[in-house]
Nanobody, 124 residues
Framework: QVQLVESGGGLVQAGGSLRLSCAVHGGTFSTYAMGWFRQASGKEREFVATISWRGRSTYYADSVKGRFTISRDNAKNTVYLQMNSLKPEDTAVYYC?????????????????WGQGTQVTVSS
């Protein structure tokens, strides 16, 4: 059983920073490409960022490029999302996801495992 647990969400003012973490329990973390997605209230879930299983390749949504950084620590079975220069439109529930033996994708259907999400609220 593979379990993903997100943490690090909270309330921050516009222009501030947060770092999200996603710990993966079970399975073989080093073989998973990891992704972050988000869902704002009343909207569909959208892709944010992804990182390949070795961490050599990353890809970002245009809306977060230059502000967010995805990284991973295979020794800790954890993926991170550093979020800087936050904007009110970044307010959403953020989910991490794992793609077994993948290279990373912005397509939700590629991911096999999902976390429960962590709320990020950016006040103006």
């Amino acid at each position: 059983q593979v379990q993903l647990v997100e943490s690090g969400g909270g309330l921050v003012q516009a222009g501030g920073s947060l770092r999200l973490s996603c710990a993966v329990h079970g399975g073989t973390f080093s073989t998973y490409a990891m992704g972050w997605f988000r869902q704002a209230s009343g909207k569909e879930r959208e892709f944010v960022a992804t990182i390949s299983w070795r961490g050599r390749s990353t890809y970002y949504a245009d809306s977060v490029k230059g502000r967010f950084t995805i990284s991973r620590d295979n020794a800790k079975n954890t993926v991170y999302l550093q979020m800087n220069s936050l904007k009110p439109e970044d307010t959403a529930v953020y989910y991490c996801a794992a793609e077994s033996y993948g290279l990373g994708s912005e397509a939700e259907r590629k991911y096999h495992y999902w976390g429960q999400g962590t709320q990020v609220t950016v006040s103006s």
